[in-house]
Nanobody, 116 residues
């Protein structure tokens, strides 16, 4: 059974930082591309950052220079370090795992709220 479990969300003031973590089980983690998506109220889910099994990264323009995605294949985890958070970063953040043949798995989501 595949499970992706996110943690690390919460309430933070503008300019603050959060670190999201996603623990994967039931997949051969090292061969999966991993990513973080987010969905704000009334908006479509969007890619925030992704990391291939070859460590190639891709970031949404809105988070470049502020967010960093990383993975630990020994621990089956992928993390998202978020710095200089803005109110527009408020959303539910989802962990995604994608196989080489395009099978997608999703976590349950973790809420990030940026507000003073």
């Amino acid at each position: 059974q595949v499970q992706l479990v996110e943690s690390g969300g919460g309430l933070v003031q503008p300019g603050g930082s959060l670190r999201l973590s996603c623990a994967a089980s039931g997949i051969v983690f090292s061969i999966y591309s991993m990513g973080w998506y987010r969905q704000a109220p009334g908006k479509q889910r969007e890619l925030v950052a992704s990391l291939t099994r070859g460590d190639d990264t891709n970031y949404a323009d809105s988070v470049k220079g502020r967010f960093t995605i990383s993975r630990d294949n020994a621990k089956n985890t992928v993390e998202l370090q978020m710095n200089n958070l803005k109110p527009e970063d408020t959303a539910v953040y989802y962990c995604n795992g994608r196989s080489s043949v395009g099978v997608n798995y999703w976590g349950q989501g973790t809420q990030v709220t940026v507000s003073s």
